[in-house]
């Protein structure tokens, strides 16, 4: 677990000082954590060891703002929860973008109980991901000012988290109330960064995200959300991809990573 000083350096990056065991503490925390810590696979592409011990990775995503996905954020948020002494579990997903498919657990997310009531907290679903902790209710919709999401139950154990889109209700991903460990994450961490088909293997994908504000690369193609408009930039070339990443994202590669990720990513057709 996260030690003292890495809770208080924490909590100081994203200023955030008096903690307190409410969700309104939950929900100031996961807002600045989504719009100072960078959701990216960068580590993943560029081929880095990227394990999951706690100091290991508190140097990696806090320290160094290297980014990360959802096994790293995740991971860090619930240890800074289990700190403060919230009631957290960890649950894993399975990513469906609105698609009937069969596919594993590779989304990490934490279910916290305040009060006896259920809520789901991530930080680690890049643009599409809730700003806030979400009640675990499934008969109405919540509105989090920038984005409307609900969670239905179409079986019996079985949830979908939803996300309101211009044709309807797009489908984020599934859940249940299965126990899981650190173990599993494992397990999911490493199908995500290693597998041939897994989609951070063959995509680059970095994201920012705040209020009415969305900042998300994907390949060869820079995208600003803001008041309902999306501008489109292309990424012109590896200083151009350098410059993003910098001044959007926070993020400085080195020269010959800047390479390989332009050469492999963004001059290629979208996978």
């Known amino acids: 677990m996260l030690n003292d000083n890495n809770i208080q350096y924490y909590l100081s990056s994203v200023s955030v000082m008096q903690p307190e065991v409410s969700i309104r503490f939950i929900k100031e925390l996961q807002q600045v954590h989504l719009g100072t810590f ?12 990227l394990p999951l011990e706690s100091q290991v990775l508190f140097d990696r995503v806090v320290t160094n703002k290297r980014g990360g996905y959802c096994f790293e954020q995740n991971k860090i948020l619930f240890e800074v929860l289990k700190y403060h002494e919230f009631q957290c579990d960890i649950a894993l997903g399975r990513v469906l973008h609105n698609r ?24 680690g679903f890049g643009p ?3 700003r806030e902790p979400l ?10 000012g920038d984005a409307v999401y609900r969670i239905i139950q179409p079986d019996l154990g079985c949830y979908l988290l939803q996300k309101y889109e211009v044709d309807g209700w797009f489908t984020l991903y599934s ?32 994201s920012r995200k705040s209020y009415d504000d969305v900042r998300f690369l994907r390949n060869d193609e820079f995208h600003r959300i803001r008041g309902g408009t999306t501008e ?20 400085n590669l080195a020269s010959d990573q800047l390479s390989r990720l332009y050469g492999g990513y963004c001059k290629n057709e979208v996978r």
Do not use: W
């Open 38 to 49: 960078p959701f990216s696979n960068l580590g993943v592409l560029l081929q880095e060891d």
């Open 100 to 123: 009937d498919i069969d596919v594993p657990r590779t989304h990490r997310i934490t279910k916290v109980i305040i009060a006896d009531r259920t809520y789901i907290v991530d930080v």
């Open 128 to 130: 599409l991901c809730p």
């Open 135 to 144: 009640l675990l209710n499934t008969e109405e919709s919540q509105d989090q």
């Open 175 to 206: 859940f249940d109330n299965g126990i899981y460990s650190e173990a599993d994450c494992l397990c999911g961490h490493h199908y995500s960064s290693t597998h041939p088909d897994a989609t951070f293997v063959n995509n680059l994908v970095v």
């Open 232 to 251: 489109i930039t292309g990424v012109s070339s590896k200083d151009n991809l350098g410059v993003i990443l910098m001044q959007e994202f926070g993020l």
